[in-house]
Structure formats: C-alpha cells, structure tokens
C-alpha cells in the first residue's frame, strides 16, 4: 500500500470514527446536560428529597415552590387519578411523582409516545419516601387522552 493509500485509509476511518461519535453524542445526553424542572410544595420533605435523589445522579434542576399544585398538573396534562406530590418536566415529558431515576433514564432513552410517567400517590420506598418499609409499585406511562399502561415495577 502506498502513502497515498494509507492516508485516504486514515481519512475514512477517521471520518467514520467522529460521525459515530457525533452520533452517540446526539442521542445521549448524560444526566448532567438534562435539566429537570420541578413543581413542588414548599413544606413538602419527600418531594425536597426526590429533588436531592435527581442532583446526586447529576440532573440539573430546578425547583420552583408552588402554592397551588392543581394548576400546574392541569397546565400539563397530569390525570387526577394519576397525580402524586409534585411535578417535574424533562425534556418536554412530565414526570410526575416519586419516580426512580433509572426509570426516568430509561425513558429519556427510549422516548416513547406519551404525556409522561407517574408514580402516583406516595408509595413507602419510592425514592424520596424511604422508609422502614417497601411497598410494590408501578411506574405508568400517560398519554394526553389519559391512557395508561404500566411502563415499570418496583
């Protein structure tokens, strides 16, 4: 092989290599380049510690106190039977609730077609309601029709 040959070779790989590169980097935000809104209760500790959970995996949020968190789950589709403490907004989905951080980068991953994902009510073991005990729970998906289905267990 002459020189010549040698760096066109270097070129393609090379042009290869970045366009996977570039790829990967499109469609993967690391949790610390997401950012999280989240509306939450001023008084409320679990949902202070949700937020907490969310920082310490390195999502960027921020949290606004809201007085009236009716207002806010109507603004965003959020179903009453499906409503939980507070709401967050990732990446144009809502997550509603005490959902796990996995179960929100699964979703960012995979971007289904839905309004978001909830863990409604206020599960014992759910993240930011750590207990002496743990209760199954489901982590549901929600569309603006108000479809559910299960997404997850815990």
């Known amino acids: 092989m002459n020189a010549n040959q040698s760096w066109k070779r270097i070129a393609l790989i090379t042009v290869i290599f970045s366009f996977i590169i570039g790829t990967v980097s499109v469609f993967s935000k690391s949790p610390s380049e997401t950012s999280v809104t989240v509306y939450k209760d001023p008084s409320c500790g679990c949902c202070n510690k949700w937020v907490d959970i969310l920082k310490e995996h390195g999502f960027q949020v921020t949290a606004h106190d809201v007085s009236d968190m009716t207002k806010i789950k109507t603004e965003y ?29 699964k979703m960012l991953e995979e971007k289904p077609k839905v309004t978001g994902i909830t863990v409604p009510g206020m599960p014992m073991g759910s993240p930011g309601m750590e207990g002496a005990y743990s209760e199954p729970y489901d982590v549901l998906t929600f569309d603006s029709q108000g479809n559910t289905k299960v997404y997850t267990s815990h």
């Open 77 to 105: 589709g959020v179903p009453v039977a499906l409503s939980a403490c507070h709401t967050a907004i990732v990446d144009g989905y809502v997550v509603e609730g005490h959902v796990p951080v996995d179960v929100i980068e």
